[in-house]
């Protein structure tokens, strides 16, 4: 594992334990691994080569997040396969792809200054968490872990902003032994990265028309609406805010964890246990019940775990109410997102910081801690937005 802090400046790198290797403005350009003689069938990957995929996904995702630096990517304007000579670990359609994301990533840094949004610095790391081969195909398991300083911080405004994304990495061996990065895949449910261009998933879940599941209305994301403090009382929301920070990125052994591939995303889940956290009781009753709310270790209401289930709760029970404006969130107050604007609601954060009339959500899948809604504001512009006073 490691961790390389870059503020928007070149920085040659040199990887230990192999040829020399140098780096353009954040890539490495790495030299051929040969796992050995030629091969035909299974290329082995060894301790050395592993930690080669891990070394360039370092690369490959700081490079990404460098995007959104201000001061842009340090004169990083040609495309990748210009800026790669000689036998690199990165196949030629990869770094045109990469090129593409960088550039898009600089469109979105530049609607997030729009937004009052710029990043100074940021710090990546990664994770090789697996590795599985077959013939000459290699799949690895990697975790990124970053964290951006917010530029111009003023007063009590947060610092930092941070967050956690899993990927699979596509490696393939030509019959010498030597491999190449093919395909990035991001591997989480919410795919909710500030450097992550994928489209986040969609929740799609049929209903019935009852008055069970009423429709939330949609709150407005112009900036400066009037706000509208808290004067309720019956719940501790600094509880609900604490409990979010602590498991950011730490799951609560108490809960079952949603967040793996195809487990459906843990965002609504880590969101009720902090309402819990905070003083919100259950009502026991069928799973399937939308007017019940419950969740332990060993049994979970879908209105515990599911996006629009939580929203069907939270209106039926009166333990929210609907805010006009996403900036009148408040520590403790949820918000939620329809991405495609389809009607079914896709993802549930909690607010746990404000400052200066800025709301920061804390939240799983991908793990996050402390974005602001500007930032998501301007990185999802068409999604239809939903607020709701805990």
Request: aromatic fraction near 10%; charge should be positive.
């Amino acid at each position: 594992m490691r961790s390389r802090r870059l503020t928007g400046t070149r920085r040659r790198v040199t990887i230990v334990g192999a040829a020399a290797t140098s780096v353009v403005a954040g890539v490495a350009l790495l030299p051929n691994w040969s796992a050995g003689a030629a091969v035909t069938d299974d290329p082995t990957v060894d301790a050395r080569t592993k930690a080669t995929f891990q070394r360039l996904a370092d690369a490959v995702f700081t490079d990404r997040t460098n995007a959104l630096l201000d001061g842009g990517r340090g004169g990083q304007d040609a495309p990748l396969t210009d800026r790669f000579s000689g036998d690199v670990a990165l196949s030629s359609g990869t770094a045109r792809t990469e090129d593409a994301t960088l550039s898009r990533l600089e469109q979105r840094k530049e609607r997030l200054a729009k937004a009052g949004e710029k990043y100074s610095k940021a710090g990546t790391t990664v994770t090789l968490n697996a590795t599985r081969v077959t013939g000459r195909t290699a799949k690895a398991a990697v975790t990124e872990t970053t964290t951006l300083t917010y530029a111009g911080a003023r007063g009590d405004a947060p610092r930092t902003t941070g967050f956690q994304a899993e990927h699979e990495l596509t490696f393939k061996a030509d019959r010498h032994g030597n491999w190449r990065l093919t395909a990035i895949r991001d591997t989480d449910e919410g795919g909710l990265a500030v450097n992550t261009l994928s489209k986040p998933a969609s929740v799609k879940v049929a209903t019935a028309g009852t008055t069970t599941t009423p429709s939330a209305p949609r709150a407005a994301t112009t900036r400066y609406p009037v706000q509208v403090p808290k004067t309720a009382t019956t719940y501790d929301y600094k509880a609900m805010a604490a409990y979010a920070e602590k498991h950011w990125n730490t799951y609560n052994k108490d809960y079952p964890d949603f967040n793996g591939e195809g487990a459906g995303g843990d965002c609504t889940n880590f969101v009720s246990q902090s309402l819990k956290a905070g003083g919100w009781k259950h009502v026991p009753g069928y799973v399937y019940d939308y007017t019940r709310w419950f969740g332990n270790a060993d049994i979970q209401s879908h209105s515990f775990i599911g996006v629009n289930e939580w929203s069907w709760f939270a209106q039926n029970s009166k333990r929210t109410t609907p805010l006009a404006n996403v900036y009148q969130l408040e520590v403790g107050d949820v918000l939620q997102v329809d991405f495609d604007r389809d009607g079914s609601k896709d993802h549930t954060m909690i607010v746990t910081y404000k400052s200066r009339g800025v709301p920061y959500v804390t939240y799983h899948s991908n793990n996050t801690l402390r974005r602001s809604v500007a930032s998501l504001v301007a990185s999802y512009p068409t999604a239809y937005y939903y607020a709701y006073r805990t």
